[in-house]
């Protein structure tokens, strides 16, 4: 499982920097300002998709599906999904770009007409992405039947690369319309190189011989994970929503922010694909026992981030963006979007646990319940702690979230959360009374470095996830 997970791991590790990097390269062309919180807004909503998509709504559903079919029918399934998904996808892109005025009001509601303007036409391209987001969805679930991770795991690094081109290239000359046509060629790419692949393993898009009823079954499937999904971009789009009414800029600080705290997700992400194939070919206690072993390696992969990520937060913003300062907005933003994201990563290996066993009612209903409590403190928060309220409102949610799906899953009492839980509050809570507050960029970066790289050691001796035994 992590020589597997440490694979997909790299090669979705150069994807998830240079998604930082379009964010970066976008902030140093046209500053924290209107002109980047209107092409962001316009980005939502694409983005949301494709990262739906990388984070498993689709493979979710159809990994099980695809596995308990032999080698004819799995060509008879994916030759009927394909062609009547692209549509369904090109459908969506016609409804997002006629549209685009009005989505982009939704998202960002703080912005002024030229903002509007600006947002809407970059929509106008950007809604395309679809069809290569549902292309690449689809297709990545034979490879990762055939264990063939690494190739599936490219899909963030293929979107990303022309955007952070152009704008490397073209820096202050950069243009909305031409970055998001660039955003649209990395969408292409993204299914473009899996077809030789897929070809190899029997894929003809063009054959008659189709499953009958295989779209049916899928979104029979999919219905509860779709339902999850939604409810986590909604309060995407409630945080970028309230974030577009505290002020200029607040759009900018809190996408970067989520970008730099993705990166420690890379490990994460493809835990995530790694348990679920493996737990879908399992049942009862060996099933358990891969869970187990996926909790001690998610709070192995995540804690000594996150700490990290707490007490450097000032040094890593001054390096990044050498005109903000530790006194700025967003080394406290960056700190308080960390702490959730432990309880995140367990929540996720909880959820898979139940689509493991074809069960994705259950999680959607837990995680219905923690979105509204994260609703409810989003309502709340911002309005007296400012940008730093929306990233609490997270921590609780993702916490509730998590008791409940332990609970209705009859884990409360073998799962490791009263030993992991607490150790994690102590792990951030040290990292931000002493390392978080200092003001040298080389002492603080050096040892909350020290500082995460012993508590990776330590959690490494204790919890011992490569173990065969949980």
Not at 407 to 419: K, T
Request: charged share 10%; aromatic share 8%.
């Amino acid at each position: 499982m992590l020589g597997s997970t440490l694979w997909l791991t790299l090669a979705t590790l150069t994807g998830l920097a240079a998604g930082f990097a379009r964010e970066w390269l976008l902030v140093a062309a046209w500053g924290a300002g209107a002109q980047s919180d209107a092409f962001l807004v316009s980005m939502f909503l694409p983005e949301a998709l494709r990262m739906s998509l990388a984070g498993g709504l689709l493979s979710a559903a159809a990994l099980p599906l695809y596995q308990q079919r032999d080698d004819l029918q799995r060509r008879r399934w994916l030759a009927a999904l394909t062609p009547r998904l692209l549509f369904g996808a090109l459908l969506l892109s016609l409804l997002l770009a006629l549209g685009a005025s009005v989505w982009v009001r939704l998202v960002g509601p703080g912005l002024d007409a030229a903002g509007y303007a600006q947002a809407a036409g970059s929509l106008h391209w950007l809604a395309w992405c679809a069809p290569g987001f549902v292309l690449h969805a689809l297709l990545c679930v034979p490879l990762q039947a055939h264990a063939r991770f690494v190739l599936a795991g490219l899909g963030s690094l293929l979107f990303n690369l022309p955007p952070v081109l152009y704008l490397a290239l073209m820096r202050q000359a950069a243009t909305p319309d031409m970055l998001a046509g660039a955003c649209l060629l990395g969408s292409l790419l993204m299914p473009a190189v899996l077809l030789p692949s897929l070809y190899r393993l029997g894929w003809r898009p063009w054959r008659r011989d189709t499953e009958a009823g295989a779209v049916r079954e899928l979104l029979q499937r999919i219905g509860p994970l779709l339902g999850s999904n939604l409810a986590s971009q909604g309060l995407a789009l409630l945080e970028r929503m309230i974030a577009s009414l505290l002020g200029e800029g607040a759009v900018t600080w809190i996408n970067l922010a989520r970008k730099l705290i993705n990166l420690p997700l890379i490990a994460l992400m493809s835990l995530n694909q790694v348990l679920l194939g493996l737990m879908s070919g399992s049942a009862g206690q060996a099933r358990l026992a891969l869970l187990r072993r996926g909790l001690a390696s998610a709070t192995l992969l995540t804690l000594p981030a996150v700490a990290g990520l707490i007490g450097a937060a000032g040094a890593l913003v001054v390096l990044l963006l050498p005109q903000q300062t530790h006194q700025g907005p967003l080394p406290a933003l960056l700190a308080w979007f960390a702490t959730p994201l432990l309880f995140n990563a367990w929540n996720a290996l909880l959820a898979r646990y139940a689509y493991a066993d074809g069960d994705t009612r259950l999680p959607l209903h837990c995680e219905l319940l923690g979105s509204l409590g994260n609703a409810v403190l989003l309502a709340v928060l911002p309005w007296w702690l400012g940008v730093n309220g929306i990233a609490l409102a997270a921590l609780g949610g993702a916490l509730l979230t998590g008791v409940l799906l332990l609970r209705r899953q009859g884990l409360l009492q073998v799962a490791p959360w009263r030993s992991h839980w607490p150790l994690a509050a102590l792990a951030m809570a040290l990292a931000a009374l002493l390392l978080h507050p200092l003001q040298s960029v080389p002492w603080q970066l050096g040892l909350s470095t020290l500082y995460g790289s012993g508590l990776l050691m330590a959690l490494g001796l204790w919890l011992r996830p490569w173990a065969t035994a949980a």
